[in-house]
């Protein structure tokens, strides 16, 4: 990487010249500023307001003018050392925009330093668009409210990568920006420095390869700007509201893709976290250091994860694709392809509990590195796990819920592994399991009358898709039942729901022949199946 000017010089020259909330208010929306830079032709004593005289470098900027619609464009096929402080405002119709032009590759914007390449403070309509940002020690951008609640930014077509992508020893430091994150995208930080929201943050269209995280969204928790609050009556979180993370890959990580943090209303959709959570977060003794997942809520509302595939997490702690984390309620995963992970699911609730998180048409398959888990002590509250095909798991506990529905699934352990359901949950008033089919394993306690069958499945073919849709004449065609408050119309394979069908495929079925088994090969298999889980209750089955 080409070294030009120091980054602290650079701090300290953009953090006065762009700590600009003011000057736009003073001149015409419609007269836009345009600067453009070019590393490779251009030159520092050039004005830099004309496309035919580029600066070479940031600090050639001088007398610059920020106000709505300013455009800072970078020539493609270039470098340029940046580490940049913004305190500055566009508007919703005329956003303050830093990008590229020209052909070529992505311009590079980057530091060596630990720091960000971009520091947006208490900015609001800034598109940061079409770059390739990297910064070997330090982090990406940076987004953090003081003085003022933040609105609008978009982030768009920018590669992330080479940000601190080793191995650690424990959770990364989400107190004190991207850089100390080892993440492309930081937004505020837990404990938090305000009480400030950043909302209506667009992030699209973007690529992380190579670097310590991803996307990490924090908030303000409570009024003391703790971390964590140990009685639940000091919860009093100002969410994030509106947050879009849509056609994003994140790949090869040592940590966490997605985190959704502190949110009211987020969306994630569309996005591919492959190869992350690579950490093990053990130590060589095998005991667990630490925890991450590729994308989870923590202490959030009314938000959804959906269309994203999740595959290849190492962590052994946890490395699951569904994950309801601290405080999260009336949040969703739905259409996730999960594959090739630890687990498929391990929620986290605390306090008095979840309330009312759904888990919907997903397919799971090859999760198996370690025991998967609905929930834990004190319990989901109005879950409804409904229309998800799980294949080849490990021992599947459904335990600690309340007034929830267990519906519609399939699930088939691998050879040796169980699904167990806490007595508890069976004689709880309000839990329904209903219309569920089970195979390579006995029925759980609280799940007797559900079916015991071969799927159906048109393929055996683990490592394809399209295999877990369903044969037309599988007995799962139509055996489910209706889940009030279902209002998808759609499965996770983009076919038309023409029926209640068991498992996450939701047409009339497939030109495929059933291949069943006879009642005496049922049978045997039923008997095989019922000695493995005595064998494994006698070895001391636990329910955590």
């Given at each position: ?35 453009y ?53 566009g ?18 914007l ?5 720091t ?42 920018v ?6 992508n ?9 107190s ?30 973007c ?152 888990v ?30 799980i ?52 029925n ?24 877990f ?76």
């Amino acid at each position: 990487m080409k070294t030009a000017n120091k980054v602290l010089c650079l701090m300290v020259v953009f953090s006065l010249v762009f700590s600009c909330a003011g000057f736009y208010s003073f001149a015409a929306e419609s007269e836009k500023n345009y600067y453009y830079l070019d590393s490779v032709n251009g030159d520092d004593s050039n004005s830099g307001t004309d496309i035919n005289s580029p600066v070479k470098s940031l600090l050639g900027l001088k007398n610059i003018d920020i106000k709505a619609g300013t455009h800072f464009l970078f020539k493609n096929g270039g470098e340029y050392e940046c580490a940049v402080t913004l305190t500055c405002n566009g508007t919703k119709d005329n956003p303050i925009v830093i990008s590229s032009y020209g052909e070529g590759e992505k311009a590079i914007l980057y530091t060596n330093e630990k720091t960000e390449v971009f520091r947006l403070f208490d900015c609001s309509y800034i598109t940061v668009s079409n770059l390739h940002i990297i910064a070997p020690n330090g982090g990406g951008i940076w987004i953090d409210t003081y003085n003022q609640t933040s609105e609008g930014i978009v982030i768009d077509n920018v590669y992330f990568t080479d940000m601190q992508n080793y191995r650690v020893t424990s959770r990364d430091d989400f107190s004190n920006g991207a850089a100390g994150a080892r993440a492309a995208v930081m937004v505020k930080g837990l404990p938090a420095k305000s009480r400030y929201a950043v909302n209506d943050l667009t992030i699209k269209n973007c690529e992380v390869y190579n670097c310590g995280n991803g996307f990490i969204i924090w908030g303000s928790w409570n009024d003391k700007q703790e971390w964590w609050c140990e009685n639940e009556e000091d919860i009093d979180p100002v969410f994030n509201k509106g947050l879009l993370i849509e056609d994003c890959y994140l790949h090869e990580m040592d940590a966490e893709a997605v985190l959704v943090g502190m949110c009211d209303g987020a969306l994630v959709t569309n996005c591919r976290a492959i190869n992350c959570c690579q950490g093990p977060g053990t130590d060589e003794n095998g005991e667990i250091l630490y925890y991450t997942a590729a994308m989870w809520f923590w202490g959030s509302v009314n938000s959804t994860i959906q269309y994203c595939e999740i595959t290849g997490q190492k962590n052994v702690g946890d490395g699951m694709a569904v994950d309801f984390d601290s405080y999260s309620h009336n949040c969703t995963y739905q259409y996730i392809y999960s594959h090739d992970n630890m687990r498929f699911i391990c929620n986290c609730p605390f306090h008095s509990g979840h309330k009312n998180n759904t888990v919907r048409y997903c397919l799971s398959v090859n999760d198996n590195g370690g025991r998967s888990r609905i929930s834990a002590n004190p319990g989901e509250h109005g879950l409804k796990f409904y229309n998800n095909t799980i294949i080849n798991c490990a021992d599947f506990y459904m335990i600690d819920m309340y007034d929830s529905v267990i519906a519609n699934n399939i699930i088939v352990p691998a050879e040796g592994h169980v699904v167990v359901c806490d007595a508890a949950d069976y004689f709880r008033d309000g839990n329904v399991f209903a219309a569920n089919c089970y195979y390579n394993t006995v029925n759980p306690f609280c799940d007797l009358f559900s079916k015991n069958t071969v799927p159906g499945f048109v393929s055996d073919d683990l490592s394809s898709f399209e295999s877990f849709m369903l044969s037309a004449d599988s007995p799962l065609i139509g055996a489910g039942v209706e889940v009030e408050g279902n209002d998808l119309t759609t499965d996770i394979f983009g076919n038309e729901i023409t029926g209640n069908n068991i498992g996450c495929y939701g047409a009339d079925g497939e030109d495929t022949e059933y291949d069943g088994e006879n009642f005496v090969e049922k049978i045997i298999r039923l008997v095989k199946n019922l000695i493995t889980r005595l064998v494994r209750e006698k070895d001391g089955l636990k329910d955590y």
